[in-house]
């Protein structure tokens, strides 16, 4: 089983930047892909951007790319969001999520993330 934490959320102005962190729990961390989705008022939760297990594969929805950016760090059993240029509508709960096909899909309890205009 994995536990996720997420930090770094909170209010930015637009055109501003934040880093999400998302701290996982176990041994296993080196086998899940990781990902972000968030989830807008009134919205379903939607994908954001995702990192192969080996680190060597990103994938981003198109509305966030070229200006967010994820990664990982294995010795840390971290993934992070760096998240510039925000927008407006950039503003939801960003969930960390970690899948894999045969030990399960786990997901963080959420951080906010509020852009002002």
């Known amino acids: 089983q994995v536990q996720l934490v997420e930090s770094g959320g909170g209010l930015v102005q637009a055109g501003g930047s934040l880093r999400l962190s998302c701290a996982a729990s176990?041994?296993?961390?080196?086998?899940?892909?990781m990902g972000w989705y968030r989830q807008a008022p009134g919205k379903e939760r939607e994908f954001v951007a995702s990192i192969s297990l080996s680190g060597d594969n990103t994938y981003y929805a198109d509305s966030v790319k070229g200006r967010f950016t994820i990664s990982r760090d294995y010795r840390r059993n971290t993934v992070a969001l760096q998240m510039n240029t925000l927008k407006p509508e950039d503003t939801a709960i960003y969930y960390c999520?970690?899948?894999?096909?045969?030990?399960?899909?786990?997901w963080g309890q959420g951080t906010q993330v509020t852009v002002s205009s």
């Open positions: 999520n970690a899948r894999h096909a045969l030990l399960g899909d786990y």
């Open positions: 176990g041994r296993t961390f080196g086998r899940y892909d």
